[in-house]
């Protein structure tokens, strides 16, 4: 999984004028927990672009006071109107500990149901994964090859190598169904041959 590093200073001041001030300073107020204790720091708000706003899930390399620690993002707060970022919490990570994180589900492969005229409709999007940290996948891999119309994908024909799915295994991750177009051409040719 990659890797993006980020610096923040400590907070000596925890509480709402502290942090509004680090916020009017272009600064975001932020948490580092799950180790012996929390750690209340501040992090420059372009540092965190990399880190918000992208589809990927990231480990996160925090330098506090040359102090590093190993993280994921747990938590975000956005300004309801300006989507400025309020705050963020930090999980510590530990290579003995097992973590559960959101992951990206990745199509791969054309379906052939698709190519008959069905409708793929991916109902997850991301799916809930407990690993290690060293075992933790970028992404979930669903092939698409098997699906014709009418089939989908579960979560427990999902194969997992090194790690566990979370959801529950009846939920649906990806499915063809029969288009609008598919089903009156069949309606079509049902009428026709009578």
Do not use: C, W
Request: aromatic share 6%.
């Amino acid at each position: 999984m990659n890797t993006i590093a980020i610096s923040g200073s400590p907070r000596e001041n925890v509480g709402k004028r502290d942090a509004k001030e680090l916020r009017y300073a272009g600064k975001v107020p932020a948490v580092l927990y799950g180790g012996k204790e929390q750690i209340h720091f501040a992090v420059d708000a372009p540092a965190l672009r990399d880190l918000v706003y992208t589809p990927e899930v990231n480990f996160v390399e925090l330098e506090i006071d040359g102090k590093k620690a190993k993280a994921i993002m747990q938590d975000i707060q956005f300004h309801p109107l300006t989507e400025k970022i309020l705050h963020i919490d930090f999980l510590q990570l530990f290579d003995d500990k097992a973590v559960t994180i959101e992951i990206p589900v990745k199509l791969t492969g054309t379906s052939p149901g698709v190519k008959e005229g069905g409708k793929l409709v991916q109902k997850l999007r991301k799916l809930k994964v407990k690993a290690l940290p060293k075992d933790m996948p970028q992404y979930v891999e669903v092939s698409l090859e098997p699906l014709t119309v009418g089939k989908s994908v579960r979560v427990r024909d999902l194969k997992p190598e090194g790690y566990i799915i979370t959801n529950v295994k009846e939920d649906t991750v990806v499915s063809v169904i029969m288009s609008r177009a598919l089903k009156q051409a069949e309606q079509q040719a049902a009428s026709g041959k009578k």
